[in-house]
């Protein structure tokens, strides 16, 4: 019987960086190893995980940088998230076991 997975992380990432459009796409795909780094397992079939990035255009910045800094505080979001969410649905936290 195949695991019934349908969790989705939807994640947004707004930074003061100057980015255009095409920057902002690769930000997005980089802080998205963020998921894969703290959540197991992610990108099944069943989910829907994304990462949305805007950008305030007010200071220049190395797309790169932006990427690996958005990616670590994302990283530290979720484990955030993870131990601060309470048991509910039947479904118990981690912080009760």
Do not use: W
């Not at 894969?36 to 989910?47: G, L, S």
């Amino acid at each position: 019987m195949p695991l019934e997975r349908t969790n989705t992380t939807i994640s947004c990432v707004v930074t003061n960086a100057r980015l255009t459009k095409a920057q902002a796409t690769k930000v997005a795909q980089m802080a998205a190893d963020a998921y894969a780094h703290a959540i197991r397992p992610t990108h099944t079939t069943n989910d829907g995980d994304s990462v949305f990035v805007m950008a305030t255009n007010q200071v220049e910045a190395a797309t790169d940088v932006v990427a690996t800094l958005a990616t670590r505080a994302l990283e530290r979001a979720i484990a955030d998230a993870a131990r601060q969410a309470e048991t509910a649905y039947g479904y118990v936290a981690a912080r009760d076991l």
